[in-house]
């Protein structure tokens, strides 16, 4: 049971969650699923380095430079410095995809991003939330957004969503890396955050 706990916590891992929230974005019923597909693989490619493969780099410097004790980001302070990797990635990531027309609503992905991240870092240098449930959090309140904005039809991807991160907070909490106090604060500061930015 460990190990598919374990296993879930990896595969939901908060740097990919970007990836899964632009694959809901461009497969959902809506006005963007028309992008054309040559931007969407560019979104891709950007939010892969912006924010997958940068942030890894980054980790792997602070733990050389002994910034980070582990990898696990068990200490809460410590969970800084990738987060400011990411900020500046997002950054980056925002200003790159911008360069292509059809974007507008990946651009409004990454500006979530960056506040997100930035309130979570602030949170964090005082109290230990769930990053992994903050990053579904944000997810579920995008999708929603493009349901209520755009008209797209997301009721099938936002359950599938729900219950996915209801699988990941119960990982998370077998695997006793959060109590519930630090799941359901870290879900629903990614949702409040993200409806209040974008509606």
């Keep these: 049971m460990k190990f598919i706990a374990q296993g879930v916590s990896y595969l939901f891992h908060p740097l990919l969650v970007p990836l899964y929230g632009l ?9 963007f699923s028309l992008i054309p597909f040559s ?23 602070f733990k050389k430079m002994g910034f980070i004790s582990s990898y696990d980001l068990s200490v809460k302070q410590e969970r800084v410095y990738p987060a400011l990797v990411a ?4 950054f980056a990531g925002f200003y790159l995809i911008g360069k292509l027309p059809y974007t507008n609503i990946v651009q409004q992905l990454y500006l979530v991003l960056i506040i997100v991240l930035s309130g979570f870092s ?3 240098l005082r109290w230990k939330m769930s990053m992994h449930m903050t990053a579904a959090g944000a997810v579920c309140g995008f999708i929603t957004i493009i349901g209520f904005r755009y008209w797209g039809e997301v009721r099938e991807s936002l359950m599938v969503i729900l219950i996915l991160s209801g699988i990941l907070a ?28 974008l509606y």
Excluded: D, W
Excluded at 42 to 51: H, I, K, L, P, S
Excluded at 87 to 90: L, P, V
Excluded at 180 to 190: D, K, N, V
């Design 23 to 31: 694959f809901f974005i461009f497969n959902s019923a809506s006005v």
């Design 39 to 61: 931007t969407q693989v560019y979104c891709y490619f950007v939010t892969f380095v912006a924010m997958l493969l940068m942030p890894l780099l980054g980790m792997i410097v």
């Design 122 to 124: 602030i949170i964090t």
């Design 87 to 90: 900020i500046f990635s997002a």
């Design 170 to 197: 119960t990982c998370r909490l077998y695997l006793k890396k959060h109590n519930p106090a630090q799941i359901y604060a870290g879900f629903l500061f990614g949702l409040s955050f993200v409806v209040a930015i």
